[in-house]
């Protein structure tokens, strides 16, 4: 009898939406007689969304929520960390949100952002959730893990990534990368495809001429994007009356504070729903404050651009976005970041002009912000700024992991990752990975003789590469595709044939 034990990562209810398909599909095309799943997923309330689809396929369904709990209660004298490498502890700490960040109670309002953490202080929480999550993977014993991701997704990815080399099993992260919309099939919680890798080489190689295949990189592949996301998180209000309206709004409707009342009491009767669970109508009340409050304080302080400036630009990435950051490596705190970028670039006669995310800026606490305000050599601009015109006029653009260095290159400007990412860090990528961020170093990037035409050249590649049909790339968006996906089978089908697909030529699961 052919059978197979999978575990399957999900992050949100619009992939859950898909599974049941996925699994029909699975066991169609593969031949597969007995599919038994366990399902690895963020809190509670995703956890009985995939109770409620009474799939009989799906034999358990693990909460991250309820392994931090257990982490936390369960008392263990011995010393768990012994035999995990330092290394590992390190980046499983750096990278969890809830040692990272304090927020406020039952929220996803950031209260603190602990950048000077000591990380050693949770070793023995962190060891104690790892152990947790190799338990729940030797029980269930599958045959290969598969997880679904937006981005690098939760910590929990990563506690499932390493837990999953103890026991000796291969672990694949359905990646999507926002800017094109590709889906990359990946063994590595990092960006990393050396099949992307090998089909942009070719394409520079062949040295395609711009006049055969214009692109408006601008209208294309950065403004398009900009309207994704003001789909997805709302258009920016620009006026403080507004947004102080929108905040009275949150906080008298009747319908909401009979809900919070409801939601207060069933997380009071049941401890293991406030660890890492929120009620959602309390987040907005205090993020619909700070929208307006930090507008209402920021704005004076707002640096005025002026077309003489040379300066360097650093957008900030959102908040909490720790489980991203952290493939920066040395650079995930943004703050030694910033001032480290200030006091060089100093040297070197540039300001550092940063913008805070549009959709993202009042996540973080006021005193960070004012902290950023106080390092010298660096600017914060205001974040309704169209960040197009900020890259347009830098000499160099600059991010940790993020995709604006790419958005830079499409429009023939200089810029840098600090950290490798699918499009940066390999033999001729379209964006340079800087290793460090001495004066050398930086020197020589501003005084590379790259032409605007060379640069967009590479721009052109990576597009290329992307939307090569060796790739499989969504439609509009991921939300938007996997919508569609819902409702057209080709689609669909055509998106699941491109997952098994991946998983037996790339590495050779044994799929028939």
Known sequence: ?????????????????????????????????????????????????????????????????????????????????????????KFLASSDRSISYDYFPLTKAIKKVLTNKDYKNHYHYVAKKFQLTIQKLKDFDPDFLLAFT?????????????ASKRINRKI????????????????TIFEKCKKNEDIYNNIIDLKIAHNKKVFDYRSKYIESNKKVIERYYGETINKNKKLFNNFIKTVFQLWRIKYIILQL??????????????IDSLSIIILNFRKWYFLKKLEPRFHQLNKKQKY????LHAEPEVSTLVIGNKYID????????????????????????PHHYH?????????????????????????????????????????????ACYMG?????????????????????LDNLSIDSLKRILDKKDSKEDIKQRGLAWIQTTFNNKNFNLIGNSWESLDIAKNNKKFRESYFQFICDSLKRDFQIGLN
Request: net charge positive; glycine share 4%; charged share 20%.
């Open 172 to 187: 694949f992260f359905q990646h999507w990368l926002r800017v094109e919309g590709i889906i990359t099939i990946n063994d």
């Open 363 to 407: 996540t973080l606490p006021f005193y960070y912000m004012q902290k950023i305000l106080s390092i010298d050599n660096v600017y914060l601009v205001d974040h309704r700024i169209n960040g197009i015109r900020l890259i347009k006029n830098a000499e160099l653009i600059i991010t940790s992991t993020g995709t604006s260095s790419l958005e």
């Open 312 to 315: 360097i630009y650093y957008p």
């Open 334 to 357: 943004q703050l030694s970041l910033i001032k480290t970028l200030g006091i060089t670039f100093k040297k070197l006669g540039y300001k550092v002009i940063i913008k805070g995310h």
């Open 413 to 433: 400007k200089k810029s840098i990752t600090l950290e490798k990412t699918v499009f940066s860090g390999f033999i001729n990528s379209p964006v340079e990975k």
């Open 1 to 89: 009898m052919n059978s197979y034990r999978i575990v399957i990562g999900l992050t949100n209810s619009k992939d859950l939406n898909l599974l049941p398909l996925f699994l029909n599909f699975l066991q169609f095309k593969e031949k597969i007689n007995n599919l038994s799943v366990m399902i690895f997923c963020q809190n509670i309330r995703l956890k009985n969304l995939v109770k409620n689809i009474n799939d009989p396929r799906i034999n358990d369904i693990i909460s991250d929520s309820e392994l931090h709990f257990l982490a936390h209660i369960k008392k263990d004298n011995n010393s768990l960390s012994n035999d995990i490498p330092i290394k590992t502890l």
């Open 150 to 162: 937006r981005d690098n997704g939760p910590v929990m990815y990563n506690y499932l990534y390493f």
């Open 265 to 278: 009491n069933k997380f009071y009767s049941n401890k293991r729903l406030r660890i890492n669970d929120r």
